[in-house]
């Protein structure tokens, strides 16, 4: 998300801040007095603008927006784990009705 705010959107860009994040974990420990509820405010303040405006899940269309939906939505009203995980179930069980319809 840094990173495409800076202007890159190469894969090497994603590679250099995923090393860069291993690189750092084990001096995260610096982080943990810090209070959740400051931490939280960063991570929403960085994603508002696509949580008030879900303009890729506006764009989706048939299966995928379903999946995209549901998955937003399971998200929000459980956990993020739970959200996700149902998600990618929910994109399996879809995706084989979808190979049915192709071929049918």
Do not use: N
């Not at 960063?42 to 303009?55: G, H, Q």
Request: proline share 5%; charged share 10%.
């Amino acid at each position: 998300l840094v990173s495409r705010m800076a202007g890159t959107t190469s894969q090497m860009a994603c590679l250099v801040t995923a090393l860069f994040w291993i690189y750092m974990m084990p001096y995260m420990s610096v982080m943990s007095p810090t209070p959740k509820a400051a931490l939280s405010a960063v991570i929403i303040s960085a994603v508002v603008k696509s949580v008030v405006i879900p303009a890729s899940l506006l764009d989706l269309s048939g299966i995928d927006s379903v999946v995209g939906w549901g998955t937003g939505i399971l998200t929000a009203v459980t956990s993020p784990t739970i959200g996700f995980g149902s998600g990618v179930i929910l994109h399996i069980v879809l995706s084989v009705f979808r190979t049915k319809e192709k071929t049918a």
